[in-house]
């Protein structure tokens, strides 16, 4: 049975609490830093500050960090958001995912999410 300490599986997921601090609703999922966080390409909006707390101990096993609601996110094109991007606000991707749901945005307005897990699990 494969197996790996709670240290290994928590150094994929430091990068995240230490240096996520932006999330940026996409109109699609972002493969890159500027499609993430550019207006007018995926960027719907953004929230800067994010504070992405230590990794913990996850539900069906390994390691998960959990993304802070969120209620005053900034939008700055109107769309549909569909995805969410997490960055280090400067220059790397480091997360993407589905929201639960599409929700319609427009520019000028907040934004809001509920909050999320993103996790790795236990090696099978």
Same mark, same amino acid.
């Given at each position: ?14 990068v ?11 109109s ?19 929230k ?14 390994g ?6 609601? #969120? $209620?005053? @996110?900034?939008? *700055?094109?109107? &769309? =549909?958001?569909?995805?969410? +991007? #997490? $960055?280090? @606000?400067?220059? *790397?991707?480091? &997360? =993407?995912?589905?929201l639960? +749901?599409?929700?319609?945005?427009t520019?000028?307005?907040?934004? =809001?999410?509920t909050?999320?897990?993103i ?6």
């Open positions: 049975m494969a197996w790996l300490s709670n240290e290994i599986l928590d150094g994929g997921l430091d995240l609490d230490v240096s996520g601090t932006r999330l940026d609703i996409t699609q999922e972002a493969t890159t830093y500027g499609n993430a966080t550019t207006d007018g390409t995926y960027s719907l909006g953004y800067t500050g994010l504070a992405i707390p230590a990794p913990s101990e996850r539900g069906a096993g390691r998960e960090v959990i993304v802070p609601e #969120i $209620t005053d @996110g900034t939008v *700055t094109e109107t &769309a =549909t958001a569909t995805h969410y +991007a #997490i $960055t280090n @606000g400067v220059d *790397t991707l480091y &997360a =993407t995912g589905s639960s +749901a599409g929700q319609a945005v520019d000028g307005n907040t934004f =809001t999410l909050s999320f897990t996790g790795i699990p236990d090696p099978a």
